[in-house]
């Protein structure tokens, strides 16, 4: 299997907080479920803990390579830059990545986020959707602390809600 490719200072276990959530499917394509993750209209369709979502130097709703957007989640407006876009591929898993930081903040509380998408295509008919964030700043101690970890209920939620919509709307 595949595995997350990260930019320098974002290495996990190098951060203030982790979060690595997974799942594998059968009966689905990284294509299929990469239709509703690179199309942002759809998030709020599956994911309840992300709004607002408006892009700045693209048209959007889809996202691309150096796409730079905002939403809202986990109660942060995030401003997020495209650094890594791949769609899948015969022979290829997709790669989405962004880094993102809050909008407003400081040098004192700034949040910076590093969030991570691999899609691949397994044997038998299966697909395995992986996302990975690592986060740096005030905010990221704060939650890496709490039990249970907010980024991995809200992620787990985000993955399954993906699943759950592709195979749902999965093209006959």
Known sequence: MNSIIWPKGYLPGMTDNFASNEIIVANLSAAEVWEYLNNTSQWESYYSNVADIRFHNVSGPELSQGAHFRFTTFGFPIEAEVLEYEAPTDSKPA?????????????????????AWLIEDLSDNRVRILTQETQNGKAAKEMAIEKPNPMINGHQDWIEGLAKEAAQNKHS
């Open 95 to 115: 790669r989405l990545a962004w880094h993102g930081w809050e909008e407003g903040s400081t040098a004192d509380d700034a949040l910076h986020v590093h969030h």
